[in-house]
């Protein structure tokens, strides 16, 4: 008997042997590659996704060895990340990690759902365009004009943190632009060495860095009780005399 799969009966009852349907060769085979996240590419639209920088904020448990776990997972994954940056928030034991990835929209979804599942890891979102944004960088260039270099420092609201005859060492804050366009401008001295924390970001006004993350309304709500009931309570007295 033929290993083949036999054709349906005209009752439409099963084969005997194999699947109803038509065989492996008459099916459609989609063209195209899939990217390394799965995601297919369509050769006629596009050879390969748009890419975007995006701003991601995780609060996590700040417990050893989390920001070493978060690190292993994107050299795993192969995401193009720029920045990452950790630190503490108002709730003791809880950290916050901001990352700065560029990434295609199916790249930056899958850094979310993939920091979403470590353990340590109690909420994750996307940070809109509007969020406030700020960097710091340090600069050391060379002493030779340094009237120049102070006026540029006084140009990006920046302060000089060691000068000496030989080199000068500047610390520039703000957002990326800003600090893209001052390290642009310290090179006319001679950039001897630079230093650059990456971008960190919390939202605009009263929206959560986090979903429903509201940490600083409950320690301020609860400072203010434990106030109130250590507080001790006076009296006045009256003179009866």
Request: negative net charge.
């Amino acid at each position: 008997m033929s290993g083949d799969s036999e054709e349906p009966t005209d009752n439409g009852d099963l084969p005997k042997q194999g699947l109803k349907g038509p065989r492996p060769e008459e099916r459609p085979h989609p063209e195209g590659r899939r990217n390394s996240h799965g995601v297919r590419i369509d050769p006629e639209v596009e050879a390969e996704p748009r890419k975007r920088s995006a701003v991601i904020s995780a609060l996590v448990e700040n417990e050893p060895g989390v920001l070493s776990r978060v690190s292993g997972l994107f050299s795993r994954r192969q995401f193009n990340i720029e920045s990452l940056t950790v630190g503490p928030t108002t709730v003791d034991g809880h950290a916050r990690i901001t990352l700065v990835v560029e990434e295609t929209d199916a790249g930056i979804d899958q850094v979310k759902k993939q920091l979403a599942k470590l353990k340590p890891a109690i909420a994750v979102g996307e940070l809109g365009n509007d969020a406030v944004r700020a960097e710091l960088v340090l600069l050391k260039v060379r002493g030779d004009e340094p009237d120049k270099v102070h006026a540029i420092t006084q140009m990006y609201e920046g302060q000089t943190l060691d000068a000496g005859p030989r080199t000068i060492t500047v610390q520039i804050t703000g957002d990326q632009q800003k600090i893209d366009d001052a390290v642009d401008a310290f090179r006319q001295f001679g950039i001897i060495e630079i230093a650059r924390t990456g971008q960190t970001a919390l939202a605009r006004g009263d929206t959560p860095t986090t979903p429903d993350e509201d940490p600083g309304h409950e320690a301020a709500a609860n400072s203010s009780a434990t106030e109130q009931q250590t507080t001790p309570q006076t009296t006045p007295t009256t003179d009866d005399d």
